[in-house]
């Protein structure tokens, strides 16, 4: 990590990051995660979250927004500087993306110390990992901007939005915590409306609340992926759920 | 002990073979009649059906893959490698109820404790229900994991169903509401290939998995309560430096609360007991096999049952005096069924065995 530091405070350039935008999230990529949220060094992420000379008893800061797919960091960046107390982690598949993302948030960080260091970024598979780092109702706020749509029938298993990741997605977040969704892909758009519509832990958050969510205007062109889709004309469209309450524990 | 109560007993043909047979045994009846079902003569699913994406259904054989009885005994259910889902009723006498048709492959199957439903984890991550008292009606989309899962479980009160996959995570999750999930038992290393509800520690989860480990979970909680590695416990026997403990078997019994444990590739048995009140697995002794063991099983008296690849002595049965396991050769069921099985041996011969009391 250290020598990294050293020798990347310049920002990236992408042309030494060059991926394949699609990465099969049901393969077994090597990558390292936590055995149990419990084991994650968080504190190699945010160094400055958790200062060695803390008062005892304190509890120790915890992630609470999650990019999945924050792809080159454009929107950890944007809540960086809008929410500069509150962690925020990108999880990213594609391994050359996710070490561009982290030479971004370096480069920031060495450019203007004190900031940025609520926002990192971490090579993990979303699909599989979620329960490995976070906790049950750790999360408020869940973002899942111009996910892959994955267009083929049979690669449909591979999307981020499912039944069996909804279940995950209700699990990681706590009651009232939001999802928010983008995408250019009209039939990806109706899947998503669709899936969270259809399951019990989520509801659309009405209209009054939705023209009233500051976070929402800026989803769209925060993202390399948006700003690309703007350029081709392509409209967003944007949903933002919240999740319900549990329900009571069922009777025998 | 009810001089009625019946005990159930059955032979199942596991993967590997052409032609899957059930034999069941029951006794103090009179009639000590075997129940013999060939699954290759259960309807298959008519040829022709498309899959979702236009391809054709692949062709299946009749091995069997999981099976299972009700608590009670009362009900049981196998599914095979045609995607076929057969249940049986046991009393007053075997016969089969239904053939339905799974859309996956299944790895594990439970029975709910109301006897109402099936639970059916199949290849592809998905938990369906199958219902029990409409016997004929379709099956539904509970859960489902991103890979593959090796095993499910329901809570004794059938409050909870508990799935374990191949990315070692064990998920717990409401059963009326199975798309909340309570916990995760988060831990193991390795795929998880077994978990078991303790029967009479109802809030206690012991798990198995590719990690070598044995571990005992409060599953509502998701809290490791003991771990305990086998190539520590039962390494000093073992023939290679670096050997496996991968368990394929688990088996319980609540007199005593003894677990028996088959690993992958050893030809023995190695029994622990579940120590209730420290919440911890005391290993106790193991058995050595003379030749491959496929499965094993306790009764609830406490007998454990063992199924071999060995002609001369396919069953055995073992009891414990005084807290030692020792051989028990003149049961009258033990000999009945290891004769059934030497007369039919050249069916049974190098195919895996399955065994469910």
Same mark, same amino acid.
């Given at each position: ?252 | ?62 091995? @069997? &893959?999981?099976?299972?009885?009700? !608590?009670?005994?009362?009900?049981? +259910?196998?599914? *095979?490698?045609?995607? $076929? %889902? ?108 077994? @978990? &078991?509800?303790?029967?009479?520690? !109802?809030?206690?989860?012991?798990? +198995?998995?590719? *990690?070598?480990?044995? $571990? %005992? ?141």
């Amino acid at each position: 990590m250290a020598a990294e530091e050293e020798e990347a405070a310049a920002p990236p350039q992408k042309r030494f990051y060059r991926q394949r935008a699609h990465s099969n999230p049901l393969a077994d990529h090597t990558l390292s995660y936590p055995s149990r949220p419990q084991d994650m060094d968080w504190a190699a992420l945010f160094p400055s979250f958790f200062p060695p000379d803390a008062a005892p008893g304190t509890a120790p800061a915890r992630v609470e927004f999650v990019d999945v797919g924050c792809g080159y960091g454009g929107l950890l960046v944007a809540l960086a500087e809008r929410f500069p107390q509150t962690l925020a982690v990108g999880l990213e598949l594609r391994g050359k993306v996710a070490a561009f993302t982290r030479a971004r948030i370096r480069a920031l960080r060495a450019a203007r110390p004190g900031a940025y260091g609520n926002v990192a970024c971490v090579r993990a598979n979303a699909m599989k990992h979620l329960p490995h780092f976070f906790r049950r109702a750790q999360l408020s706020k869940l973002f899942l901007l111009f996910p892959d749509p994955h267009f083929k029938r049979t690669k449909h298993k591979w999307r981020i939005v499912s039944p069996a990741m909804l279940a995950e997605y209700g699990y990681v977040l706590r009651p009232g915590g939001l999802v928010y969704t983008v995408t250019d892909v009209p039939e990806l758009h109706q899947w998503m409306l669709r899936h969270f519509g259809e399951h019990p832990l989520f509801e659309a958050l009405p209209p009054a609340q939705l023209a009233a969510e500051p976070l929402l205007p800026l989803l769209p062109s925060v993202t390399e992926e948006g700003q690309r889709a703007r350029r081709a004309g392509r409209a967003p469209n944007s949903a933002v759920f919240r999740r319900r309450p549990d329900p009571p524990a069922a009777a025998p | 002990e009810n001089p009625t109560k019946q005990l159930l007993f059955s032979i199942v043909k596991a993967p590997g073979c052409s032609s899957a047979v059930i034999l069941g045994l029951f006794f103090p009846c009179s009639d000590e009649s075997l129940f013999v079902y060939d699954c290759s003569s259960a309807e298959k699913q008519p040829l022709g059906e498309k899959g979702q994406d236009g391809k054709g259904t692949d062709k299946g054989s009749d091995d @069997i &893959l999981a099976f299972a009885f009700s !608590p009670s005994g009362d009900y049981f +259910a196998l599914t *095979d490698d045609n995607k $076929r %889902l057969i249940l049986f009723r046991t009393k007053p006498s075997w016969e089969c109820v239904s053939v339905r048709f799974v859309n996956r492959r299944c790895t594990s199957l439970v029975i709910t404790a109301a006897e109402d439903k099936i639970f059916v984890a199949d290849k592809s991550g998905d938990v369906y229900s199958y219902s029990i008292t409409e016997p004929q009606a379709d099956g539904k989309l509970e859960l489902g994991h991103v890979s593959l899962l090796l095993d499910v479980a329901l809570s004794a009160d059938d409050r909870y169903i508990l799935t374990a996959d191949r990315d070692e995570k064990i998920r717990v999750s409401l059963t009326k509401a199975p798309y909340s999930i309570v916990s995760y038992c988060m831990g193991h290393r390795e795929f998880v290939s077994k @978990i &078991l509800v303790i029967p009479n520690c !109802p809030d206690l989860l012991l798990s +198995a998995s590719g *990690d070598s480990t044995l $571990r %005992l979970w409060e599953y509502k909680s998701g809290e490791e309560v003991h771990c305990c590695q086998l190539s520590t416990i039962c390494g000093p026997q073992a023939t290679k430096p670096d050997q496996k403990f991968t368990v394929s078997r688990i088996t319980y019994c609540c007199q005593g609360g003894y677990v028996a444990i088959l690993c992958d590739s050893i030809p023995t048995v190695y029994i622990f007991q579940l120590d209730a009140t420290a919440r911890q697995l005391v290993y106790k002794e193991q058995i050595s096999l003379k030749h491959k063991g496929w499965d094993i099983a306790f009764e609830e008296m406490g007998d454990l049952w063992i199924l071999q690849e060995d002609k001369e002595a396919p069953l055995l049965l073992y009891r414990a005096c005084d807290g030692q396991w020792k051989a028990v050769t003149d049961d009258k069921g033990l000999q009945k069924m290891s004769k059934y099985i030497q007369d039919n041996w050249t069916v049974f011969e190098g195919e895996k065995f399955g065994l469910k009391v």
